[in-house]
Nanobody, 127 residues
């Protein structure tokens, strides 16, 4: 059974930092692209960042470029999202997700391309 268990998140002031983690099990972690998404109240879920299965190619939404860093530790089957210089607009529930196809060597920010999701973790940035 595929499981994605998230940790991290919380409340931080604007300009602060947080790190999210996503521990994966039930599949060959390094064979799959993995992504981070977020959903703010009243808004659709959007892609934040993702990392490919092969060469570590990454994608970042324009809104987080230069502030967020995605990484993966294939030995520990864990995905990370380092979030620096946080802004109130970053407030949302954050989700990690596994890409639907094995050995996908590109990146995708489309929620329809992901078939397994973490439980979500709240990130709140105060002004």
């Amino acid at each position: 059974e595929v499981q994605l268990v998230q940790s991290g998140g919380g409340l931080v002031q604007a300009g602060g930092s947080l790190r999210l983690s996503c521990a994966a099990s039930g599949f060959t972690f390094d064979d799959y692209a993995i992504g981070w998404f977020r959903q703010a109240p009243g808004k659709e879920r959007e892609g934040v960042s993702c990392i490919s299965s092969s060469d570590g190619s990454t994608y970042y939404a324009d809104s987080v470029k230069g502030r967020f860093t995605i990484s993966r530790d294939n030995a520990e089957n864990t995905l990370y999202l380092q979030m620096d210089n946080l802004k109130p607009d970053d407030t949302a529930v954050y989700y990690c997700a596994k890409y639907k196809t094995r050995y996908y060597t590109d990146t995708s920010d489309d929620t329809k391309d992901y078939d397994s999701w973490g439980q979500g973790t709240q990130v709140t940035v105060s002004s």
